[in-house]
C-alpha cells in the first residue's frame, strides 16, 4: 500500500534496499493502519521516507493533508483519533490517556495499580478497571494478547499511544503517572530479586524480559527526575538480571546513571549497585578496568558495611578477590574470597555449594 501510493504522487519512486528499510520500519510504528500509511506516503515527495521515518515521533503534525474529497476526520491522523476519543465515555478516556504510562504493554494488575483511584485518585469506575479495560479492547483502542504464564496483557498501538500521551500531558496527570508506574516498577523488580537467585530464576527472567520496556522506562525517569533513591531501587535488582542475559549495555549506560542521580543514603540498594559496576569492570579483563572496578568494590564494601548489610559486604569481597587474582596477588585473592565465601554461604542458601 505504501509503495502504491508513494507513486501515485512520486512516480520515480522505487523501493531500493535504503528505502525498504525505511518503509518497514515506518509501516510498523503507524502499526499498519492504512490511512497513516496513506498519509505518510503522501509526505515522499517533500521528504522522502528516510526523513519521514525520523519524524514520525511528532506523527501528528506530520501526517496531514488527506484527499481533500474525504470526510474530515479522514483528512489527518490526528483527526481520525480525534473522532475515536469523543465516542468514549469519561472513564474509558482516563483509562485511555493514563495507559500511555506504560512501554511495552502490562497486565491487569499493573494497569489497576498504576492508573486506578489509588494512584491518581477519583472516584473507582463502575465495573472497576477491569471493565474500562474490556470497552477498550473492544473498540480495538487496546490489544488484547497472552503474555508469560498465559496472564494478558494489554497494549496500546503506538500510534494510539502517541496520542494518549498528549492527552495525559493535558489532563495534568503526566507527573503522577510517571511516579506512580516507576515505584510500581520498582516494587515489581525488587519482589523478582531473590527469586533471580533462587530455583524460579529462568520463570523470573522471563517475567523481567517480558516488562522490560517498562523497567527502563521507569528507570529513566527516575534518573531524569533526580530521585537517587528510586533509581537505585531499580537498578540494583535489574544488575543482576542484566549480568544474567549478558546485558553489558544496559549495565554500561544505567548504573553510572543511577549513582549520579541524586543524593543517596547508604543502603543496601548502592552497595549493589556498585557490586555490580565493579563486576561488570571486572568483566572487561584489562588493566584500566580493572582499577575502576578496584575502586568501586571498596566503596561498594563501605557503604555495606554502614548499611549493616552482612551479604553485601562478602560480595563486594567476592569481587575484591577477583580482582586480586587478576592482577597477580593470589594470597591476598584466596584471603578475600574465603571470607568472602563463609560469610555469602551462611546469609544466602542458594550460594552455597552443591555437593
Known sequence: MFVERARAVAPGFALSDGAGEAVGEICRRLDGLPLAIELAAARVPALGVQAVAARLDDRFRLLTGGSRTALPRQQTLRAVVDWSWELLSEPERAMLRRLAVFTGGCTLEAAEEVCGPAAIGGP?????????????????????????????????LETVRAYAADRLAEAGEAERLARAHAERCAGFAERADPQLRGPGQLDWVRRLEADHDNLRAALRWAVAAGDGALALRLAAPLSWFWYLRGDRHDAAEWLPAALAAGPTANTSAKARVLFASA?????????????????????????????GDEVGVAWADSALGQLAFITGDRALAVEVVDRALTAVTAADRWARPRR
Open 279 to 307: 563486576l561488570f569492570r571486572v568483566e572487561s579483563g584489562d588493566a584500566k578496568g580493572a582499577a575502576a572496578a578496584w575502586e568501586l568494590a571498596e566503596e561498594s564494601r563501605a557503604v555495606a558495611e554502614r548499611a
Open 124 to 156: 473507582e469506575p463502575p465495573g472497576g478497571a477491569l471493565e474500562v479495560i474490556a470497552r477498550l479492547v473492544d473498540k480495538s483502542l487496546l490489544i488484547a494478547a497472552h503474555g508469560e504464564g498465559g496472564e494478558p496483557r494489554y497494549q496500546l
